[in-house]
């Protein structure tokens, strides 16, 4: 019996046998995997249906669905867990808000502020401060907050957990004013412009793997709009450009990935090396666009990710603007391990 696997990057797939007999198909993305069985003919060619090849919402690995394990730490702004729930990860009423209690069993919610959504695994302190624990997740999201746990980023110890997920394969994905769980544990690789928003490199000693916490800096800065974001990573690109959902500012269109808008951001980056660039915009008194969304693999084969907006528009809406698509494309390739 044949295996095929299939690394999803499409929306439609054609499978043909030169012998007839079933085959198991594996299709997977990001930690979200289906297994399913087709019985082909000798030489038949056959599409697959959308049902047969969307990713699933619901793990049961008896009916070949896994879900990868997602840890999210709430604070007080960007309401990220509602593109989990627009995946299909929660239950989201007709105002595009997700339903109190309703994630999934494999989202893990960890207090980091003010709001409550439903019960917590514990806070975010409580998180970086257990390696095991971490390990669990394949991917940990700290989306913009204020310093309720901040002061965890003071102990060598939870720096040292922190690079050790990403190094043993985990991904972090960070917004707006929490920017500093990845700028002060992997300071080297973006500049913040914002007077006191940046970590410098020099913070960071790669012959003793130790952090001078006395130059870390807090990721915040001023809220600005930026009208004319424009995606530079060619699949996110390819991906975006002309889909049809609500836009920033009211109404529905089809995005240009080339320039739309995107609202809540918080920071600027003024500089990166070795990152991977999503979208670029423009910003207040810069000439030019900078980075907004950027990802890099500080060490191991993990991935960090900081995005200077926030996921999530401010206003609850249905349906994905374009920011939020950034943030549901980028966790997915985000979660495919780099060799």
């Avoid at 990845?182 to 913070?203: E, I, Q, R, S, Y």
């Avoid at 424009?230 to 002309?242: K, M, Q, R, T």
């Avoid at 808008?261 to 980056?269: G, M, R």
């Avoid at 900078?290 to 200077?308: I, K, N, T």
Wanted: one cysteine or more.
């Amino acid at each position: 019996m044949t295996r095929f696997w299939i690394f999803l990057s499409t929306r439609s797939f054609s499978i043909s046998s030169l012998e007839a007999g079933t085959q198991w198909i594996t299709i997977q993305k990001g930690g979200f995997r289906v297994d399913i069985q087709v019985t082909l003919g000798a030489g038949e060619t056959r599409t697959l249906t959308d049902a047969e090849s969307t990713l699933p919402s619901t793990e049961d690995p008896e009916a070949g669905r896994w879900l990868p394990r997602i840890a999210i730490a709430l604070g007080q702004y960007d309401r990220l867990e509602e593109i989990l729930g627009k995946m299909g990860l929660g239950s989201i009423d007709s105002s595009g808000a997700l339903q109190e209690g309703s994630l999934s069993d494999v989202v893990h919610i960890y207090e980091n502020g003010s709001r409550d959504v439903g019960p917590t695994e514990g806070t975010l302190t409580e998180l970086v401060s257990n390696p095991s624990l971490m390990l669990e997740y394949s991917l940990i999201l700290i989306p913009g907050s204020g310093s309720a746990h901040t002061a965890a980023l003071q102990a060598q110890t939870n720096l040292r957990n922190i690079r050790d997920y990403i190094e043993a394969g985990g991904t972090l994905y960070t917004t707006a004013w929490s920017g500093e769980w990845a700028d002060n544990v992997f300071p080297a690789f973006v500049t913040l412009g914002d007077n006191g928003a940046d970590t410098p490199a020099t913070a960071f000693d790669q012959n003793t793997v130790t952090w001078n916490t006395a130059q870390f800096g807090n990721a915040d800065g001023a809220n600005y709009t930026s009208p004319a974001t424009e995606a530079v990573d060619s699949g996110l690109f390819a991906w975006l450009d002309g889909q049809i959902g609500p836009l920033v500012g009211g109404g529905t269109g089809s995005i240009d990935a080339g320039s739309f808008a995107i609202s809540e951001s918080w920071n600027l980056i003024v500089s990166e090396s070795d990152t991977t660039t999503w979208v670029t915009g423009g910003a207040p008194g810069s000439e030019g666009k900078l980075p907004m969304a950027v990802s890099y693999e500080p060490v191991g084969c993990g991935r960090v990710a900081f995005s200077v907006n926030h996921a999530t528009d401010r206003d609850v809406h249905p349906g994905l603007v374009p920011q939020e698509r950034l943030a549901l494309y980028a966790m997915l390739a985000l979660l495919d391990c780099q060799p």
